[in-house]
């Protein structure tokens, strides 16, 4: 289970939504979550199988994906 709140402007929740004023509880993944980093405006997450998904904030190419767009929701990296 994972607890976040805040602002989640960039999406960097993961919870498809802008921000949370009280924490929320949830399990937003199929696969099971061994670690998660935080950055200003993303996130990232490592799988049990050693996938890496991110979300939030993407100018620069913090989410490691393809194409520099924010994500609201977290997605496979390269």
Same mark, same amino acid.
């Given at each position: 289970?994972?607890?976040?709140?805040?602002?989640?402007? =960039?999406?960097?929740?993961?919870?498809?939504?802008?921000? %949370?004023?009280?924490? *929320?509880?949830?399990?937003?993944?199929?696969?099971? %979550?061994?670690?998660?980093?935080?950055?200003?405006?993303?996130?990232?997450?490592?799988t %049990?199988?050693?996938? *890496?998904? @991110?979300?939030?904030? +993407? @100018?620069?190419?913090?989410?490691?994906?393809?194409? +520099?767009?924010? =994500?609201?929701?977290?997605?496979?990296?390269?």
């Amino acid at each position: 289970i994972m607890f976040c709140w805040g602002d989640g402007s =960039s999406g960097q929740l993961g919870l498809n939504c802008e921000n %949370v004023s009280v924490p *929320i509880a949830g399990n937003i993944f199929s696969d099971k %979550v061994t670690e998660i980093a935080c950055g200003e405006q993303h996130t990232l997450f490592l799988t %049990v199988d050693g996938r *890496i998904l @991110s979300c939030g904030r +993407n @100018s620069k190419g913090q989410l490691g994906r393809q194409k +520099n767009r924010d =994500s609201k929701l977290p997605g496979k990296t390269i």
